[in-house]
Every structure is written in structure tokens, then in C-alpha cells.
């Protein structure tokens, strides 16, 4: 079937209305017709191809929520008008330690991406959400809860999920203390969930105007990282650190405000490395660094559940597709709070 969508044709061209060949429904397949689409960075690097990975034609978008239109005939978990939301994956090998655990993101075959990936039915090209619709093995679609405001709950299917999965994995629960480094999209939702978690949350920023905001998001102090007398405050104070920036940085000062036995868990991928950490104080107070990707299918539906529970969104700047690429120079720019979504409805294709 024919999908229509913003698509990249090649890594020079700006994005533009297209059709791209959809598969037809399979039995365990849903049929979505989408409402909104978050705007990943990660949408940006593959359309410009900084990655190296890309194909095209591509259809970005894995931060989708929609209603379903059409089940397989195998399918029971869901029906037509249910709400719904897709992520970043949309099939796994299903029997690797890792499937077979529940965390489809660290397949060992490698888990199909929501876009820009290889389809398992067809062999073809995968289709994301900057589109009017989109078919989906039903393991891989999730229940979006009605009471959220449904703009604002698309980026949880992946910035929240990306930050919910360590939060869980390393069980936050109240009383816990906090660091969030970095006040974008990861990290202001990293705010909120552990916020809501009950923890005592520290953001560190080099904006010292960022502070008043991170206290909105439910930080309760803020360290700029770039004062010496701050971070030194912050010594031995934090049980555990979420590292949401996407840039090369000195991991040092970070391990130094943690408590013995304290993590910091890196969630940002940098487009080089990190300086090499000083072990000296690992070793001296066992410290760990550990890194964490996106989030299972479990956790994205325990992320959205505890959402609506608590009646979170990400903070959100809804845009029409035909400013696609004006919402990409402004992420280049770092001028978004926090997170791009393209409201379906109202984009021409």
C-alpha cells in the first residue's frame, strides 16, 4: 500500500512530501494512522547521512502516536480506535538470551529499526512516523494512556524510555539523590521520571539560565558544571548519575560527586570519545560507568503507564512537516525546549 510522508531522498536535499511502499497487513501486523511524531536528533544525523548508515529514499520518525486503523486476523491486544504509540524498534529476532529476556534493544542479531532498517517480511526498507501511517508488528506497538495530552507523550517513546530504563534498571526509588547532566530532550524528561520516582534530583548545566527551569521540571538543585566551587559542593552527594549529553566530556568530575558504590550511566552517544576517566577513584570507592540503550518493549509500555499515572509529558514545540527543516537547524542550534513534534494532522503530504 501506498504511505505518504516527509522523506529524505538523499543527504543534501532537504525533506519533502513522498510516497513510499508500505507492506500489506500481515496476521500479527497493526495498521496505525498516526497524530504525532517526535523529532529525534538521531532523525537528523540519519537524514544527513553523518552516521554513514543511511538509505535512501528514508522516512524518519520513531516517536509515534496514533490510532490503530486495521489488526491482523491473529492479533487480540488491540482493536481499531485504540490509542497507541511506536518507538524505536519495530522487530527483533525473537530468540537470542537477550528476546528471549525481554529486552529486545540489546538483540543479539541486532533489533529492526522503527526507519532506515531492514523489513524481516519483505526485505525491504522500514517506514518511521513523519508519515500518515504505518504498520507494525503488534509485539512492538504499545498502549498509549487517554488522559495525556497525546503531543507531549510521543518523545516518551523515546527520549522518556531512553531515561526511564536506567532509572528502573537501577531501581531509583525515594530518597535516592540524582545527578541529571545536560537540560535537553533526555535530560529534562530524566528531570520529571525521577522526580516522580521520589529521588532528589541534581541537574548539572553549563547555562546557568537553564536553572530556573529545572526546578520547574522538579530538579531540586542545580550545579553549573563549569564551577569549580559547585562541583566541589557536590562531592560524595549522588547515588547515581544519568548522562544525557551528546558531546565529548570530561567523565572526572561527574565520578567525583558520586557516593561510594555510586553509578554514572552514560545514555549520550558523543560523535567522539570521551577523555579516558581517571580509575584511581573507581577502584578506591567502586565506582561504576555503564552505558544503556533506548529501552524494551516492556519498559516503554511501564514508562507510558507511569506517565499516565502521574500525568507527565515532555515539553514539547508542535510544528507542521513543512518545518522539518527549520526544526532541524534550530536542534542544531540547541533552540528547542525540549522536544520537536510534528502534529500529522495538520501537514500537507
Not at 528531570?191 to 534530583?201: I, P
Not at 529545572?214 to 566551587?229: E, F, N, P
Request: net charge negative; with cysteine.
Amino acid at each position: 500500500m501506498k504511505i505518504k510522508g516527509i522523506v529524505a531522498s538523499a543527504a543534501h536535499l532537504p525533506l519533502a512530501p513522498a510516497s513510499v511502499d508500505a507492506r500489506d497487513v500481515q496476521p500479527d501486523d497493526v495498521r496505525i494512522d498516526i497524530l504525532y511524531c517526535g523529532v529525534c536528533h538521531s532523525d537528523l544525523h540519519l537524514a544527513r547521512n553523518e552516521w554513514g548508515v543511511s538509505q535512501y529514499p528514508m522516512l524518519p520518525g520513531h516517536e509515534i502516536v496514533g490510532r490503530v486503523r486495521e489488526t491482523g486476523h491473529q492479533v487480540s491486544r488491540f482493536k481499531a480506535g485504540d490509542l497507541v504509540g511506536v518507538g524505536v524498534m519495530v522487530d527483533s529476532c525473537g530468540h537470542c538470551a537477550a528476546c528471549a529476556g525481554a529486552e529486545e534493544q540489546y538483540c543479539e542479531a541486532g533489533f529492526t529499526p522503527t526507519y532506515n532498517g531492514k523489513d524481516r517480511y519483505t526485505g525491504g526498507t522500514t517506514w518511521g512516523g513523519y508519515a500518515e501511517g504505518i504498520v507494525v508488528d503488534s509485539k512492538f506497538v504499545v498502549s498509549v494512556p487517554e488522559n495525556l495530552e497525546l503531543s507531549g507523550v510521543a518523545p516518551l517513546l523515546c527520549a522518556g524510555v531512553t531515561v526511564w530504563s536506567p532509572l528502573r534498571h537501577w531501581n531509583v526509588k525515594a530518597g535516592d539523590k540524582v545527578g541529571v547532566v545536560g537540560l535537553g530532550g533526555l535530560g529534562h524528561m530524566a528531570v520529571k521520571l525521577a522526580s516522580a520516582l521520589g529521588a532528589e534530583v541534581t541537574l548539572f548545566t553549563t547555562s546557568p539560565q537553564k536553572g530556573a527551569d529545572a526546578i520547574r521540571l522538579g530538579a531540586k538543585s542545580v550545579v553549573v558544571s563549569t564551577d569549580a566551587k559547585q562541583m566541589a559542593d557536590a562531592a560524595n552527594t549522588l547515588d547515581l548519575i544519568l548522562d544525557c549529553v551528546a558531546a565529548p566530556h570530561d567523565l572526572d568530575a561527574y565520578l567525583s560527586t558520586l557516593k561510594t558504590n555510586g553509578h554514572l550511566v552514560l545514555v549520550g552517544i558523543p560523535d567522539s570519545r570521551h577523555p579516558a576517566p581517571d580509575v584511581t577513584p573507581m577502584v578506591f570507592r567502586r565506582l561504576s560507568i555503564s552505558g544503556t540503550s533506548i529501552g524494551s518493549i516492556r519498559e516503554t509500555q511501564e514508562v507510558l503507564d507511569f506517565c499516565g499515572q502521574h500525568n507527565i509529558t515532555a515539553d514539547i514545540e508542535l510544528i507542521k512537516g513543512n518545518q522539518i527543516e527549520d526544526a532541524f537547524a534550530r536542534m542544531l542550534k540547541g533552540d528547542v525546549k525540549y522536544r520537536f513534534v510534528i502534529d500529522i494532522n495538520n501537514t500537507d503530504f
